[in-house]
């Protein structure tokens, strides 16, 4: 069982940047892929990044590759989103999510109450 709190999120201006960690609890974090998603009102939860249990591999959507980098401290059980250059349309809930899939938010086991990051123009 793994338990998972984001932290991080606010209110930015565009072109700003703001990193978003997400503690996970439980001895067994080190061994699942993490990811993060996002959902803006009226939208449907969209995958934004992820990478592997060992840190060796991440993922991108399209819309934030070049902006966002996913990481992971698996001795602090912590994963992170660093999100610069942040834009109006980066504007959501995000939440941190542990499992075995990478895009689908269906292959995610455990989910975070995510954190609200709002960028204005």
């Known amino acids: 069982q793994v338990q998972l709190v984001e932290s991080g999120g606010g209110l930015v201006q565009a072109g700003d940047s703001l990193r978003l960690s997400c503690a996970a609890s439980?001895?067994?974090?080190?061994?699942?892929?993490m990811g993060w998603f996002r959902q803006a009102p009226g939208k449907e939860r969209e995958f934004v990044a992820a990478?592997?249990?060992?840190?060796?591999?991440?993922y991108y959507t399209d819309s934030v590759k070049g902006r966002f980098t996913i990481s992971r401290d698996n001795a602090k059980n912590t994963v992170y989103l660093q999100m610069n250059s942040l834009k109006p349309e980066d504007t959501a809930v995000y939440y941190c999510?542990?499992?075995?899939?990478?895009?689908?938010?269906?292959?995610?086991?455990?989910w975070g109450q995510g954190t609200q990051v709002t960028v204005s123009s």
């Open positions: 990478i592997s249990w060992s840190g060796g591999r991440t």
């Open positions: 439980g001895r067994t974090f080190s061994s699942y892929g």
């Open positions: 999510a542990g499992g075995s899939g990478i895009y689908s938010y269906k292959e995610y086991n455990y």
